[in-house]
């Protein structure tokens, strides 16, 4: 099965692909799309902004409270509809962190990334100034080397570089729709083979970053379009830095093909690129989306806390 560290330099996102016009502004609805639906809650209203490419801004209340409210369904559901949702302005302590998640699912505690200190709930995705290489810079779905893949996760900013430390994300409802019918109908006949291997283990190319290298043992096999497990979407489920071919095929086959879906899944029309800003949080959905963070911030801190919510199995769509 392929797995060069060649390969997943050119996954890699970079500001060229991923251009400053796309950036949706702080507070701004200027780039967004029409569609905009106004939800009344019983004691509030939410207001969902559909991004362009990928996901939802989403306001109208307070995360600190979604943990008690019939809120955290329609979160749910706008989850499944648009797989990343986007918050400004939000105060989340780690304690209202936790319980945020909690409301969602359990809390799948990373056996690789670091821990904040007294809160083994929630990783740590940092970046010194010291240190050249970053969390999560090559495109990605969390924890499909699992075979129960993590639902999503929670990301808080705690601290913001000046300038850049972006994240992108990426539309797999759309990049699988937008495929010809020929190669979509291929697709939903085939497995890919997921690993944890080459990433985590003690054979990684990524730096001495994480933890548990001996944990690493994992691989999984998940159909290449999924159901999505709340909207029921098709979505294509492969990804550049943890599939590491197609099941049953060589890896010169295999290769070309998730080459070709690397390529396309990442075309502008399907991406959003966040801005962090203090009280930024992102809510992804790993079975609807990718993500990348930007490395182009060289000489500053930059810090986030992440929690990850459990998922279930995944199932195959069907034509
Ligand atoms: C991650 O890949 O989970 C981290 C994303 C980010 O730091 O923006």
Redesign the pocket.
Known sequence: MADSSEDQASAKCTNQQTPLGRLATLNSVATMPPGQRILPMSNTDIVIDPADGVGAYISGFDLADAANTNEVGVLREALGEYGVLFFRGQALTEKQHISLAEAFGDININRFFPMVDGQPKIAE?RKEPSQSI???SIW?T?HSYDEVPAMG?I?VSRITPKRG???VFSNMFLAYEHLSEGLKETLLQLNAVHSSRHVFGDKATGGKRFNNAEAATQDSVHPMVIAHPISGKKALYVNPQFTIGIKGWHDTESKPLLDMLYQHSIRPEFTHRFK?HKGSI?FWDNRATW????NDYPTET?L?H?ITVEGEALHPAHA
Do not use: K
């Open positions: 995705v970053n969390i999560g990605h969390d996760s990301l430390g972006d994240t962090w992102a993500h990348c963070a930007l930059r986030m992440r």
